[in-house]
């Protein structure tokens, strides 16, 4: 192959590749791709909605145009003789590997020594491996999403239990907030420090810890920046992605999963002015795709990660079929993360 093609002769031969393979090959497309990926995909959406659809599909194989976590828990999700492929292995995703297993491993035996096992819960963004989200089922816990967070946190919670939220620190204070924890109550654990950097009497209070992990392309986001759209643009409805800081979901006004931004555009009236925080490719198509509304970045915010999927690659991996950048699981690791997503999917 031609990897210097021009755009429309690499999508046209990703279009016929798909005529060959027929049903046998769905591609799914997270919001945050490229445009002339999403164009070529068969479904789009956000993490929940694709591992969704990756749970029920019965296609041979599954061509997953996301970032690695996406793609491995498609592959855990996956029926028996259904192979998953991602177009680029390298496309991963920096916050996922904040929580690494073995410190996960270790904080879990320091929340036993501090509170009692069986005193607390994870609870897994599925922004995260699929080893942690093995030890996650294997622990009883969950996996959430953006868009189910504060469900399953309510579940863990509800139980009687403290959450171990993680990796990501803003997600886990945002759904504490929307909860209605006591501020108090939520303790932050910096994997760096024994304890995470807390004394046992405040690991027995909290309710709620939180992983110090983040995502750089949301924590870009500034409350000074809402303040100034808001001045720029008078009227403006501002959303935001719950990656972002509390202070800036809370100057916002409103925030949610990228498909519930994708409602929350199409719901706005004609004329109006939606300013969204979150990932540049994916607001620039929203604006693109809404020409009667102006649909502006909160700022200049890329994801390079999910960025790395070309045509090119796209096309080697159709073509490559059925070996070409096959994710695989072990089999113990993906019985055990299958549970813990699972349990999400049955909460949500
Ligand atoms: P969504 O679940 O909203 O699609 O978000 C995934 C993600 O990685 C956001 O950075
Ligand atoms: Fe990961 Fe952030 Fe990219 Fe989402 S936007 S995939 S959390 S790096």
Request: charged share 25%; aromatic share 6%; with cysteine.
């Amino acid at each position: 192959m031609n990897e210097h093609a021009g755009h429309e002769e690499l999508a046209r031969r990703v279009r016929e590749a798909k005529v060959r393979l027929g049903g046998n090959c769905l591609i799914l497309t997270h919001h945050y791709q490229r445009p002339e990926i999403v164009a070529l995909g068969d479904a789009r959406g956000d993490s929940l909605g694709l591992s969704r659809l990756a749970a029920s599909s019965g296609a041979r194989h599954i061509v997953f145009c996301g970032v690695r976590f996406m793609a491995e828990s498609a592959a855990v999700l996956a029926r028996g003789g259904q192979t998953v492929h991602h177009p680029d292995p390298f496309s991963g995703c920096p916050m996922s590997d904040m929580a690494d297993v073995e410190d996960v491993e270790r904080a879990a035996s320091e929340l036993d020594d501090a509170c009692g096992a069986g005193a607390w819960l994870p609870v897994t963004y599925v922004n995260s491996s699929a080893e942690v989200k093995a030890l996650t089922g294997r622990m009883g816990g969950a996996c959430c999403t953006s868009s189910n967070a504060e469900k399953i946190v309510r579940w863990a919670l509800g139980g009687g239990k403290k959450v171990l939220f993680l990796p990501d620190e803003n997600l886990g204070a945002n759904t504490g907030a929307r909860l209605g924890v006591d501020p108090r109550e939520i303790v932050r654990w910096d994997y760096s420090l024994p304890s995470g950097g807390n004394d046992p009497d405040a690991l027995r209070s909290a309710r709620v810890i939180l992983w110090k992990g983040y995502c750089h392309v949301h924590t870009l986001f500034t409350a000074a920046q809402v303040d100034d759209v808001r001045a720029r643009f008078t009227g403006a409805r501002v959303i935001v992605h719950p990656e972002c800081s509390p202070e800036v979901v809370t100057r916002a006004g409103e925030s949610g999963s990228t498909e519930f931004m994708v409602r929350y555009v199409e719901s706005a009236p004609p004329g109006s002015t939606v300013v969204v925080g979150t990932e540049l490719n994916f607001v620039r198509r929203l604006a693109a795709e809404h020409p009667d509304r102006r649909v502006v970045e909160l700022a200049r915010s890329m994801c390079p990660n999910m960025f790395k999927i070309t045509l090119a690659k796209l096309l080697a991996t159709l073509e490559g079929l059925p070996d070409a950048n096959l994710v695989t699981v072990p089999e113990d690791v993906r019985r055990d993360a299958r549970d813990a997503l699972d349990r999400m999917l049955a909460l949500s």
